[in-house]
Every structure is written in structure tokens, then in C-alpha cells.
């Protein structure tokens, strides 16, 4: 259950302008929401300008002007609203598509002052294609439990601005239209989400598959690498002296053996060789999904780092939502990834019990040493905490 004050959590959202990385793949929902959206936002484009121009050219008695201007403006504004989404990559906002949905019901029922009887005869007035254009727009926009009431209004609207207008015509042949044409777009979306979240399942297996078997791989060749540097100069020196190679002190063995130290210091200081690229985000996503009895609602933006630099991160963060659970008092935590301008920034934010950095006592290591102490010690990396009553906020970041 959530805490009564996780909704505060959306004021730990940071302002950064998220840059798309290159990552090993991206998300197929988030492709099918790309699409969809827009999609939907030039087809309601073209069709809002082709039923204004309609509207306009068939205003006829009894069509009344006072009515008509005042409605084909409102049409033009939504559809300059939709024809600006085609540049963006985002899904369509929800007031938009409600505000629409809104302005063709009451379209629907003011027919009678806007179509012509005419129109209502041969059942191609321009209403009924807004109708059906709305009807798809919400339906591909909204999840089932909003979209079929939401159709439905608008489908009922229609029959309801008709009868008012000509109650002598017969709607029920355009009624089962858009009834037919609610439940074909809904099952359609359900079907595309449905397997654009298969794919996302397959995608994050393999990935996370794709990563253990790379950590598994730099760590082997760590290792080896380490025993072979080993092997060649302390190892080798010690030997020849178990031999009695030499057999007292001398200049020779002084050299081999500043050498052979500062071999090892060298190798201390870089204990792994430069590691291939991981997803960051594939990986705190599997971070955050291990953390037991916590709600961690994430936005990650796709971008992959060195290899060092994703476990630095990951240890930061395992760390920073395990003090959530176990210190806040909270359900909740929200983790963000975003990049800039080649930068790398990650927060952990929660909405509990803050706490003094200068207070805690010194066997709570996991603050300074597995947060502050891990991030500072990655070249170009640091971390940052701020702690009060109204929650606390991890930032971390790195510089390549």
C-alpha cells in the first residue's frame, strides 16, 4: 500500500532535458506509443481541416451561421493542436484528446443548427466522420476502461443530436457503425499492447542475460589478467629467490624488485581493464525490480556507460533504495536516469523520514561508503544527499 504522502514524490521528478543515448535496444511499447501517436494526431489533423472546409461549403438553410463560426473555429484550434504533435515523439496528451472528445459531443448535439437536412438523409454530414475520427483517436489513446464509456458518449451524443434534429431518421444502421468501430479499435490496441509488452519482456531477458554474461566475461578476464601480472613479477622475483638464485642482496634484486612493486601498484590502482559498454537502464531496472517491499516507480532513459561506471551506479542505488525500505517509512521510491550534454545523472527520491547526515553514527557505513564513498571514487563521478521532513534525495552522476 502506498503512503499517504507518495503523491509528493512527483516534486522529486528532476527538470533535466533528457537526451537519447545510444542503448542496445529500445522499448516496443514505447515505439508503438511513438507511432500511434503520431498517427492518430495527422489523421485527426487532415480530417478536422477536410471537415471544416466541408462545413463551410454546405451551410445551407437551415444551418445557422451564429452556430456554425463559433463550433468551426473551436474544430480548427483542436486541429492545430493535433497537426503540432506530428513533430513530437511522445504519446497524445490526455487533455487534448478529452477536450475533442468534448467539443464534437457538443457538436453531435447541436446538429440541428449546423448540418443540413439534407446531409442527415444521405447520412455524410460531417459530424458523423468527426465521430468517427474521435471515436479512434480516444480508443487508440486510452485504455479500455476509459475509452469504450468515452466512445460511447460520443456515439451516443451523435444519435441523440439527431434525433433532435430530423426525428423522423434512422439512426440505428450508424449507431451499430460506430459500436462496431468502438470494439475494433479497442481490441486492436489490447492486441498492439499486448505484444508490444511481450517484446519488451523478451527484450529486458536478454539484455539482463546479455549483461550477466558480459559481467561474468571482464570478471574472468580480470582475473586473469591479474594472475598473469602476479605470475610475471612478484611471483617469477620469489621464485629465483626460493632457488638461491640469489643467494645475498644485490643491486639486481633491489631493481627487479621496485619493479615487480610497482607492478602491483599499478595494478591496484586499476584493478579491471576498460569495460565494454552496459545498458544503465536495463540494469537499474533489475536493480530496482530486487528490492523487496518497495514500490519503485522508474523513468529511465535508454543510454549505455563503461561497464565500471554502470556497477559504481548500481551499487549506489542498490544501497540508496535499500535505505528506503528499510529507513523511510514509505512503499514508494522513484529512481530517474537522464542524460546531458554527455553527462550521466541518476536520482533515488522517496517521501519519508529524512535524516541528519551529520548525526548518523558511525557504523551506518552505507551512506558514506557504499553511496557517497562509491560514487566519489569513479573518475568524473559524485553523488550528492539531501535529507529532510519532507523526504529524502540521492544524485549521482558522471562525467566522461
Not at 495527422?42 to 466541408?54: F, P
Not at 493535433?82 to 496528451?93: D, G, H, I, M, T
Not at 610475471?232 to 643467494?247: F, S
Not at 533489475?286 to 517491499?293: D, F, L, S, W, Y
Request: charged residues 20%; glycine residues 8%.
Amino acid at each position: 500500500m502506498a503512503h499517504p504522502g507518495s503523491t509528493s514524490l512527483l516534486k522529486w521528478l528532476p527538470k533535466w532535458p533528457l537526451k537519447r543515448l545510444d542503448t542496445r535496444y529500445d522499448s516496443a511499447t514505447r515505439q508503438l506509443d511513438k507511432a500511434v501517436a503520431r498517427t492518430a494526431a495527422g489523421a485527426r489533423g487532415a480530417v478536422g481541416l477536410v471537415s471544416v472546409v466541408s462545413a463551410a461549403l454546405g451551410a445551407v438553410p437551415p444551418v445557422s451561421a451564429a452556430w456554425l463560426a463559433p463550433v468551426l473555429a473551436a474544430g480548427l484550434v483542436w486541429t492545430g493542436l493535433y497537426l503540432r504533435r506530428l513533430r513530437r515523439e511522445e504519446p497524445l496528451p490526455h487533455w487534448l484528446v478529452a477536450g475533442d472528445a468534448a467539443t464534437t459531443v457538443a457538436a453531435c448535439l447541436a446538429q440541428g443548427h449546423l448540418v443540413p437536412v439534407q446531409a442527415f438523409d444521405a447520412g455524410s454530414s460531417w459530424i458523423a466522420g468527426m465521430v468517427t475520427m474521435t471515436i479512434i483517436v480516444t480508443g487508440v489513446t486510452w485504455r479500455p476502461r476509459v475509452a469504450v464509456p468515452a466512445g460511447l458518449a460520443v456515439a451516443g451524443a451523435y444519435l441523440a443530436g439527431v434525433r433532435l434534429a430530423a426525428p423522423s431518421q434512422d439512426v440505428a444502421g450508424t449507431l451499430g457503425i460506430h459500436l462496431v468501430q468502438l470494439l475494433a479499435i479497442v481490441m486492436l490496441m489490447t492486441l498492439l499492447r499486448r505484444s508490444a509488452a511481450s517484446a519488451d519482456a523478451f527484450l529486458r531477458g536478454s539484455a539482463r542475460a546479455e549483461i550477466a554474461l558480459m559481467v561474468e566475461r571482464l570478471r574472468r578476464e580480470d582475473e586473469l589478467r591479474q594472475v598473469a601480472s602476479i605470475h610475471e613479477t612478484a611471483l617469477h622475483t620469489l621464485t629465483m629467490v626460493g632457488l638461491g638464485i640469489y643467494d645475498e642482496p644485490s643491486s639486481t634484486l633491489r631493481a627487479q624488485v621496485r619493479t615487480d612493486l610497482a607492478a602491483l601498484e599499478r595494478l591496484r590502482d586499476r584493478p579491471r581493464p576498460e569495460a565494454a559498454p552496459i545498458a544503465l537502464d536495463s540494469l537499474l531496472d533489475e536493480v530496482a525490480g530486487r528490492v523487496p517491499g518497495l514500490d519503485v516507480r522508474r523513468r529511465l532513459t535508454p543510454q549505455t556507460v563503461p561497464g565500471d561506471v554502470a556497477e559504481h551506479f548500481a551499487r549506489a542505488v542498490t544501497e540508496a533504495l535499500a535505505n528506503v525500505a528499510r529507513h523511510a517509512g514509505v512503499a514508494e521510491a522513484v529512481l530517474v536516469s537522464s542524460g546531458h550534454d554527455g553527462e550521466v545523472r541518476v536520482e533515488v527520491a522517496d517521501a519519508g523520514h529524512g535524516f541528519d547526515q551529520d548525526r548518523l553514527p558511525p557504523d551506518r557505513f552505507g551512506v558514506r561508503g557504499s553511496i557517497l564513498d562509491t560514487m566519489n571514487a569513479l573518475r568524473g563521478g559524485g553523488a550528492r544527499i539531501s535529507s529532510g521532513d519532507t523526504g529524502t534525495r540521492v544524485s549521482m552522476w558522471w562525467r566522461p
